[in-house]
T-cell receptor, first 111, second 112 residues
């Protein structure tokens, strides 16, 4: 079963706009991670937020975590065409060692 | 350069013909994992390994085998491939379970 569920499934915006993607999960976690995947390529780790953190920044990325609602959001500010990719959240689940991925949000940034 | 290397990158084969997809990492990571990616289903974990000689089933282990005899290598074995195993496969590694993973470039398997 999928632990992380991303929303929306697809998002299309213009360059310069902000993009927000959401992730919900079901069980308690130690951390939540966001990954990016360019078409058909391997995933690339973007950012990790621990369960005791509420917000984290990395460059144009801002991640929030609300453990009471079991949800997270990824904000990409001032998006660029090169940000076009699929974005996945992943949680470490209830058993150590397993990283459970959601189905992803497909982001398209038009120049 | 830190990397996870998978081979082959592409393979077309027939039902029942045993195949192995190799995975090697050069980062001395303890944790390694295999995923398959199918449209609409995201990434699903097949098997993972917390360390040498320690492997465990993921969410979709049926029809697959793995071994972890050395820290750097984690091959995925399909003893008798079937068409429903046609997919895009990824190997990944991290220094410890639950930590950020480095992914290989993927292996696209087609089983006819």
């Amino acid at each position: 079963s999928q632990q992380g569920e991303e929303d929306p499934q697809a998002l299309s915006i213009q360059e310069g706009e902000n993009a927000t993607m959401n992730c919900s999960y079901k069980t308690s976690i130690n951390n939540l991670q966001w990954y990016r995947q360019n078409s058909g390529r391997g995933l690339v780790h973007l950012i990790l937020i621990r369960s005791n953190e509420r917000e984290k920044h990395s460059g144009r990325l801002r991640v929030t975590l609300d453990t009471s609602k079991k949800s997270s959001s990824l904000l990409i500010t001032a998006s660029r065409a090169a940000d076009t990719a699929s974005y996945f959240c992943a949680t470490d689940g209830s058993r150590g060692g397993k990283l459970i991925f959601g189905q992803g949000t497909e982001l398209s940034v038009k120049p | 350069e830190a990397q996870v290397t998978q081979n082959p990158r592409y393979l077309i084969t027939v039902t029942g013909k045993k195949l192995t997809v190799t995975c090697s990492q050069n980062m001395n990571h303890e944790y390694m994992s295999w995923y398959r990616q199918d449209p609409g289903l995201g990434l699903r974990q097949i098997y993972y390994s917390m360390n040498v000689e320690v492997t465990d089933k993921g969410d979709v282990p049926e029809g697959y085998k793995v071994s972890r005899k050395e820290k750097r290598n984690f091959p995925l074995i399909l003893e008798s491939p079937s068409p429903n195993q046609t997919s895009l496969y990824f190997c990944a590694s991290s220094w410890r379970g639950g930590q950020p993973q480095h992914f290989g470039d993927g292996t696209r398997l087609s089983i006819l």
